[in-house]
C-alpha cells in the first residue's frame, strides 16, 4: 500500500511533469526519437513528383497502371528509465533530496514517451537491481513507474550502474531509447556503458546537488558517506582543503565527460536547486539541429 504522502507527491508530480510534457516537450522529443524507421503502408496510383524507386511493378504490371509503395515511419519506440537509488541520492543540502528530482525528471520523460505512443519501462538500481517494471503504454503505467521510483525501499545502499546496464543488455532485445538517471558516484561501468551505447540511444542524466560540487565555509565538521556509512572529520575553514576537494571533483566529472564524449553520448547535468526543463529541453533542441544538418 502506497503512503498518503507518496500518493500527494505523485498527484503533485502528475499535474506538474504532465503539463510540461504536453507544453513544452512533446514536439521536440517525437522530432529528436525518431521510431524504428519506414514500415510498408500500401500502394496508390503513381503521381507526378513520385520517386520512381518506389514503383512497385508487379502491382503495376497487373493492374495496367503505374503504383508506387507508400511508406509510413514505424513510430512506436521503447524507452527505458535506468533509475540510480544509492545512498547518495538521499542527499540534498541546497534543495530536497535528489530522488525528488529524479522522480520528476523520470515522469517528465515517461509522459513526454506516452504522449507519442512509445511504451516506458523502469529499472531501479542500486549496488543491485532493485526493481525491472516491463515496458508499456499508458498514463496509468507512467504513474506506476514514478510511483515505484517515490516508494522503492532499496536493500542496498552503493551504486553498481554496471549490473542495470547488463540487465538492460538481457531485457532490451531491439533498440530503446535509454536515459540512465544518476549521480554517477561510481566507477566500473565502462565497458557496459560502451556496449549499451553500440545497441541503444543512450543519455546519461546527472542529477547534482550543488553542495557535491564545492565546500562551504562551516568550521570544523563531520561528514558521513550515505553509501558506506564512513564517518570523517573536515576543517572546511581551510581554503586548501576546500579547494582540494573541489579540485577532485573536477577531475572526476572531467574523467566521465571524456568516457562520455569518447561514446559519443550526449549527456546532461541537471541541479536540485534548478529547472530541469530547460536543459532537458536545450538537449532535444541540440539533437533536433544536429538531425537537420546530417
Known sequence: MIPREIIKKLRKIEIHTARLANDQLAGSYHSVFKGRGMAFSE?????????????????????????????????????????????SERFGAVAPPKTETVAEVAALLAFSAIKNNDRVGLILFTDRVERFVPPKKGKGHVMRVVAEILNAKPEGKGTDIACALDLLGHMAKRKAVVFLISDFIADGYERNLRIASAKHDLIPLQVVDRREEELPDLGHVLMEDLETGELFEVDTRSRGAREAYERRVAREKASRDQLFSRLKLDQLTIHTDRSYVKPIADLFRMRQKRARHG
Do not use: C, H
Open 43 to 87: 500502394v496508390r496510383q503513381y503521381q507526378p513528383g513520385d520517386d520512381v524507386r518506389f514503383i512497385d511493378w508487379n502491382v503495376s504490371a497487373r493492374m495496367k497502371d503505374t503504383y508506387v509503395k507508400i511508406f509510413t515511419e514505424e513510430r512506436e519506440m521503447t524507452v527505458m528509465l535506468l533509475v540510480d537509488l544509492s545512498a
